[in-house]
């Protein structure tokens, strides 16, 4: 398949345009495994300066996949987000040929951070959310695995969404990663707490550390595709 649409959405409260995100069929998929990959990227102002090294890091991490032997497992879905833009779906999820890659024109920095409802909606959406996709997949005989990674510079200062929402969505996700990926020291381990997520990495807000995080998170998937990993040790 090919993915052919951007999805924007302006807040949580109207996010009907979601029914229209598009994900792999089964006639796509190559086996009864899948490794499902949900990216989450923070396009707020303050990442203005490091923009170009997560657009650099972001092909490294497809490209850390797709050499990697689980390369036909992958099905990606991104999502980018700041309280102006809301949050804007790249793709449903789609195999590594078909991910549409992160450029100067879709990562244009706006408002603040609304991390909670971007989280909470691409966990939980039942379109474009990544536990209504597993849970069709598995009802279709299909194994899925399941990686949710957000990468972002600070905690959230513009979100509806209360984290314990978030929270209690993961506690009840069995088999699933969840990570925290934190640009800046300091903040990350809470917000991980406050949504559950039982994994979190933090580099100091400088230049190439965005290139460290991503090139964790590509070892830990490599890793977690290949191996029984336990989901709060998933960080390689």
């Not at 909670?116 to 379109?127: C, L, Q, R, W």
Request: charged content about 20%.
């Amino acid at each position: 398949m090919t993915s052919n649409s951007i999805i924007q959405v302006a807040n949580i409260g109207n996010t009907h345009a979601l029914a229209n995100v598009q994900h792999a069929t089964t006639d796509d998929l190559h086996g009864d495994q899948v490794f499902l990959v949900l990216r989450i990227f923070d396009i707020t102002p303050s990442m203005d300066d490091h923009i170009d090294e997560l657009i650099k890091a972001e092909r490294e991490n497809i490209k850390a996949l797709k050499d990697s032997a689980s390369e036909n497992e992958f099905l990606i879905s991104t999502w980018l987000f700041n309280s102006k833009s809301g949050f804007i779906v790249l793709d449903g999820f789609v195999p590594i040929d078909d991910v549409t890659p992160l450029d100067r024109n879709l990562c244009k920095t706006d408002g603040i951070t609304n991390l909670f409802d971007t989280v909470y909606t691409g966990i939980t959406d039942p379109h474009a959310g990544v536990m209504a996709y597993a849970k069709q997949l598995s009802l279709s005989g299909i194994t899925p695995k399941v990686a949710v990674a957000v990468f972002t510079d600070g905690g959230d200062n513009a979100s509806r969404t209360d984290p314990q929402e978030i929270k209690n969505e993961v506690n009840l996700a069995e088999g699933y990663y969840f990570t925290l990926f934190a640009f800046g020291v300091g903040f990350g381990p809470k917000a991980a707490k406050a949504m559950g997520f039982p994994n979190c990495a933090e580099h100091d807000a400088l230049h190439g550390n965005i290139r460290k995080l991503m090139g964790t998170f590509s070892k830990s998937l490599v890793r977690a595709s290949q191996t029984t990993v336990a989901p709060n040790s998933f960080i390689a």
